[in-house]
């Protein structure tokens, strides 16, 4: 009678067997949507696609890179310098320090995200053309749109991977010595100098351990670029085309070479040099005062000098300097998906050819590779530290060797295998003939 | 006729309303399903799908090549450092997770008393593992346990010449178990929880049998708390072979010196995103979640010879 009763005992069964239907269709209908959405924001930005004809319709620009607070300063300012020349061009930037960035920009790659423009080195190039991630400025090239024509050869040359031109050299460096010179100055001992043995330079790093009590040379057996140099001098290479340029022998002399100096004290302890081994400006034992000279680029001098409040000097690194070469130090590269591809270079050559822009970015990533502006940098200068790494770039320009190759796919891994059998050999937990061999097993894997 | 009985029209239609209301209940669960779906589920299938593929991030999912099970052939018969990884994290997991465990019950039994300011401690003791894997934890950690670190210094006050620590891939690895097992306040607060469940008439009949404070522990507060210590066990288990964040950290992202701290999950995380081999990665985190799955299905059929819950409904 009471009219509430029935539904009530009612609603239990029926809910039990009417649910299910409902429920199935729309837990599916919740997946399509799922699966869909993403799609089908996909399918909108692609549309954006046909709005680029019109040369001022507004572009925003994605750009992308690693550097240091004086990098990001010097870069917004020459990136604001082109938005004043072209308004409706703007820039989307971010940057961070080199620890993580590849990580970031391959996540970025992955999730279909990537930005218009990204600076890349030549670690990773090879990686990034073999994917056909960048894209081929070639045409642009042939059409003068981006304008190498000041360039030297060799330096644009270094961004060609399988015939195709994926990234422009932003700036030129090559390997530099640093060294500390008050230490040197204050303990009476005298400075390194371009053309030194290795012998020469362990023999010397041994004196100043002894006399100064710091360590007097980072053991660079870790680092791939003292190690290519050195391969250079003997005749050999990094890489042969698809191969390594390199045998066992080779690495077990390499590392026994370090071995002794290890033994003469001329280099700090294993897990001090395991400190510098980091690629991390601020970790270099030459700033933290733990060794008298870090190995590195000669463009990271101003750099290194703002960590340290001691003088620094910068060399060649020891044997031969005609075995080091005109290194496209970064390059920048277009996402070959961009949607801006055209604005996008054009702001490349911008950054490299435009005489306010590159006055502007100075000798932060390189020496200047357009060579009329490069004159015009060094005669402007007045940073101590760039002009120093200027002047030996300067000499040593006269004496650079013939590029190698673009490191091959894989190189990054080679990177760290190298490290790792390095500072297995540091720590004494290998002969060098067992990390050497170690070394190749692991390279072989990496490159295959 | 049958439309116009009594009770028909009062009776609200039951069909209309319960739809709606289903409907309301996913609309509520949404946030949580779309996120579950999004964020979990879908890509593990993915991954799953990955793991058969040469997938290396940069190349576009049009071109990826399914290469069957390669990557699983690598892993356990071509892949020294795979294996390297397995050791470190199997060691890490064996010495951290009894440890940290024995240090949250031995505190937890401490801090089970009625003492003034008692809850002061339990706080200051939990406190670490508040920051659980934090990066600023672990660059602290870094540099306390250096060459040059508070570690050592307070070392050379006794005149003990320190090492290294975290630099050292001797003991760079230990030095991140201490800091797991530093952090035992979440298990404590659980055992604490546990131990205030033990009734009191136990260890009253216990004192009335003679038992002394060993056995009390022995024969009440361990199999009353067996049921607590399984859980804290299989949670700690998991978490210590997930354990990146103080590895990833303390060695840069390189799992050195010399491959030390290289964890499962670290070598997962440069195989993917720094050798861009993500089909690979992916094969590696399949076989890390069966492998803890196995583990916790060890723990749960050996648990019923030593866990002993009071009360059937538990089970």
């Not at chain 1, 959405?37 to 019109?54: Q, S």
């Not at chain 1, 330096?155 to 994926?166: F, I, P, S, T």
Request: aromatic fraction near 12%; charge should be neutral; proline fraction near 6%.
């Amino acid at each position: 009678m009471h009219p509430a009763t029935p539904p009530t005992t009612d609603a239990p069964v029926g809910r039990t067997h009417r649910t299910p239907l409902p429920r199935r269709r729309l837990l599916r209908g919740l997946l399509v949507a799922t699966v869909a959405a993403p799609l089908m924001f996909g399918a909108a930005a692609c549309g954006d696609d046909g709005g680029a004809a019109d040369p001022n319709a507004p572009v925003k620009l994605s750009i992308f890179w690693w550097g240091g607070d004086a990098r990001a300063k010097l870069t917004e300012d020459a990136l604001a310098l082109y938005t004043k020349k072209h308004p409706n061009v703007t820039f989307e930037k971010t940057w961070q320090a080199n620890q993580g960035y590849f990580d970031k920009l391959a996540t970025l790659t992955a999730g279909g995200n990537p930005p218009d423009l990204f600076q890349i080195d030549d670690n990773y190039l090879a990686e990034y053309a073999a994917r056909n991630t960048t894209l081929d400025l070639t045409s642009y090239q042939k059409s003068g749109k981006l304008d190498t024509s000041k360039f030297p050869e060799s330096l644009w040359q270094y961004g060609v991977v399988d015939g195709k031109l994926a990234g422009l050299a932003s700036g030129e460096n090559t390997q530099g010595l640093v060294y500390n010179k008050t230490l040197l100055t204050k303990h009476n001992l005298p400075e390194p100098t371009t053309g030194m043995t290795w012998e020469q330079h362990i023999a010397w790093a041994e004196q100043v351990t002894a006399k100064s009590k710091v360590p007097g040379t980072q053991d660079p057996s870790a680092d791939y670029k003292a190690f290519w140099v050195w391969l250079r001098q003997q005749g050999k290479d990094l890489y042969q085309g698809k191969d390594l340029g390199f045998t066992a022998e080779d690495v077990t002399k390499w590392f026994e070479l370090w071995k002794g100096a290890r033994d003469r004290k001329a280099t700090p302890t294993a897990d001090v040099i395991h400190e510098g081994n980091s690629s991390d400006i601020t970790k270099q034992l030459v700033v933290t005062g733990k060794s008298a000279t870090s190995w590195v680029w000669a463009n990271q001098m101003p750099d290194l000098k703002k960590n340290t409040k001691d003088e620094l000097g910068v060399i060649a690194y020891p044997g031969d300097p005609s075995a080091q070469w005109a290194r496209a130090s970064m390059y920048w590269s277009v996402f070959r998906g961009s949607k801006h591809k055209d604005v996008a270079v054009d702001v490349i050559n911008f950054l490299n050819n435009d005489q306010e822009a590159v006055k502007l970015l100075g000798t932060d990533r390189g020496l200047p590779s357009n060579q009329d502006l490069r004159r015009v940098v060094s005669d402007d200068t007045t940073d101590p530290a760039m002009k120093q790494s200027i002047a030996v770039e300067a000499e040593l320009t006269q004496k650079f060797g013939k590029s190698p190759q673009v490191p091959i796919k894989g190189h990054s891994k080679v990177r760290s295998e190298l490290i790792k059998a390095a500072e297995n050999a540091q720590y004494g937990r290998a002969t060098p003939a067992e990390a050497a061999a170690q070394f190749i097993e692991a390279c072989k894997s990496a490159i295959a | 006729m049958a439309l116009t009985t009594a009770p028909e029209p009062t009776r609200p239609d039951p069909g209309p309303v319960r739809h709606s209301e289903g409907l309301a209940g996913y609309v509520f669960l949404s946030p949580w399903l779309i996120g579950l779906m999004g964020v979990t589920a879908i890509p593990m299938l993915l991954s799953l799908y990955l793991s058969f593929t040469n997938y290396d991030i940069l190349t576009p999912w049009s071109e990826v090549q399914w290469v069957g099970l390669a990557n699983y052939e690598r892993m356990f018969t071509a892949d020294p450092s795979y294996w390297h990884s397995v050791r470190v994290t199997l060691t890490f997991a064996l010495i951290a997770v009894p440890l940290k465990l024995a240090a949250a019950l031995g505190v937890a039994l401490l801090l089970n008393r009625a003492w003034r300011g008692v809850g002061l401690f339990r706080g200051l003791f939990y406190l670490p593992s508040l920051l659980g894997g934090s990066v600023a934890l672990a660059i602290v950690w870094v540099n306390m346990f250096n060459r040059d670190g508070a570690f050592n210094s307070l070392l050379s006050l006794f005149g003990i010449q320190g090492k290294p620590w975290v630099n050292d891939p001797d003991w760079a690895l230990e030095t991140l178990m201490v800091l797991a097992i530093w952090q035992f306040g979440a298990p404590m607060v659980i055992f604490l929880a546990g131990l205030k469940q033990v009734p009191t008439e136990l260890y009253e009949a216990a004192s009335v049998d003679g038992a002394g404070r060993f056995r009390k522990f022995r024969n009440v507060t361990l199999p009353m708390l067996s049921p607590v210590i399984f859980f804290n066990l299989v949670l700690e288990t998991i978490n210590g072979f997930q354990g990146f964040t103080a590895a990833f950290v303390l060695s840069n992202g390189t799992g050195g010196p010399v491959d030390s701290t290289l964890m499962y999950t670290l070598n997962l995380y440069i195989t993917g995103f720094t050798d861009l081999e993500m089909g690979y990665a992916s094969a590696m985190a399949w076989v890390f979640l069966l492998a803890i799955a196995v583990i916790t299905a060890i723990f749960f059929s050996t648990g019923r010879f030593w866990v002993h819950y009071s009360d059937g409904e538990d089970r």
